[in-house]
């Protein structure tokens, strides 16, 4: 089994305050993740104790401002420290992902009271969030979704102004459905399609919200994935993050950063099939002769690392567009396409070198294969990045 993992990948850190960070999330990953990392995938245990201490070591706010609690670090540094933790345990490195994507409705759209208010708690106070953008009836249409927000209309029969809203509707496929603190919901408050959509910042304990059963998935049993019902759920106008109808702007905002995060954390697994098949490849031994002094099998490790590179450097690419201010939703499309697709590839191989012993669960690849096809689906499937990366290429007079 291999001991280092991903630590003996060259980092590009730009600052010895990173380099220290990511010496900080190794320790960590050695000590309290990675050890116990198939035991409770086998289980089905959520690691909420480990994000809380993710939280309390900064890990959960890292590309957030410090005025808020965040740790102010660069998206190209959060993002290597995202694939360490994925290469440890996906559960833990897809929900570290997840939660800074429930955070950006607020961080990037919201009031400066309510980022004063609530975004300190949220990225340094031990709360975890998820984002519930799909529906049972719209997944890629994300602009399609059904549930609905309406004004009070109070005593008087007419709307209030700044009053609350209420909520009833079903999401779907939500990441910590029934265990986050928080969920940023994106609802309809006017006209069909993406004009009609507004964004709200639903605390979990509101009455009339209830998840449903978790998901029976083929990986990450650590994770918990839940509908979500929303019945008459009253949130008060505060609570609104950005304007009324901007919502599917601060949608698509929160996903061209999270695919980022999968990217990363696709790389991450993709690292750990290939240190676990390098690792039983070099102390087993056919025709008197390690594994690794055959040519053919070699090649196949000199694929894998190649792709695995690729991968790293495609998304680094586009973090520091993202940290440059630049565009950057087209790199994003392409980072998590090529990266999710190359762990599938590389993780799917890590079980063919290891043989049968591959395809048993006393070896972590096969737990590496299942999880890693999940990242070709969420954040919006491979499918829809094609599309989005070729409406960049060919221009916006192609849109349907």
């Not at 676990?276 to 056919?286: F, G, H, T, V």
């Not at 669960?361 to 499937?381: H, S």
Request: hydrophobic fraction near 40%.
């Amino acid at each position: 089994m291999p001991q280092d993992g991903p630590q003996s990948v060259e980092r590009e850190l730009p600052t010895d305050e990173a380099r220290d960070l990511l010496g900080l999330v190794r320790d960590l990953v050695q000590r309290e993740i990675k050890p116990v990392a198939a035991e409770q995938e086998a289980a089905g245990v959520f690691p909420r104790e480990t994000f809380r201490l993710l939280s309390e070591a900064g890990l959960l706010g890292l590309p957030y401002p410090e005025e808020y609690g965040g740790g102010g670090q660069p998206y190209q540094v959060y993002l290597q420290v995202l694939e360490e933790l994925a290469a440890a345990r996906l559960t833990v490195g897809l929900g570290t992902s997840v939660h800074s994507l429930a955070c950006h409705g607020l961080a990037h759209f919201g009031s400066k009271q309510q980022r004063t208010e609530w975004l300190p708690d949220m990225l340094g106070g031990g709360l975890l969030g998820a984002y519930c953008l799909s529906e049972p009836s719209s997944g890629s249409d994300a602009a399609a979704l059904r549930t609905r927000a309406v004004r009070d209309q109070g005593a008087s029969g007419t709307q209030s102004g700044d009053g609350d809203w209420v909520l009833n509707g079903t999401k779907a496929w939500i990441t910590h459905g029934g265990v986050a603190d928080f969920y940023t919901v994106l609802t309809r408050t006017g006209q069909e399609g993406p004009c009609g959509i507004t964004a709200f910042l639903v605390p979990a304990d509101a009455e009339g919200l209830s998840a449903a059963t978790p998901e029976h998935k083929m990986g990450l049993n650590g994770s918990p994935t839940a509908q979500l019902h929303f019945d008459g759920v009253r949130v008060p106008d505060a609570r609104r993050l950005g304007d009324e109808g901007q919502g599917f702007t601060v949608a698509l905002s929160s996903l061209d950063s999270g695919r980022l995060g999968i990217a990363a954390c696709a790389v991450g697994v993709a690292q750990a099939a290939l240190d676990e098949a390098l690792a039983y490849m070099a102390q087993r031994e056919q025709f008197g002769r390690p594994l690794t002094d055959f040519q053919g099998l070699r090649f196949m490790l000199a694929d894998m690392a190649t792709q695995i590179e690729a991968g790293r450097a495609l998304y680094l690419a586009a973090a520091r567009r993202r940290d440059a201010g630049q565009q950057f939703s087209r790199q994003a499309a392409m980072a998590k396409l090529f990266c999710t697709d190359t762990a599938m590839r590389v993780t799917t191989d890590a079980v063919q070198l290891l043989g049968g012993y591959g395809y048993t669960t006393d070896f972590p690849a096969e737990r590496y294969m299942r999880e890693a096809k999940v990242l070709q689906i969420v954040e919006g499937t491979n499918q829809i990045q094609r599309m989005v990366v070729a409406r960049h290429l060919a221009g916006p007079e192609t849109r349907s």
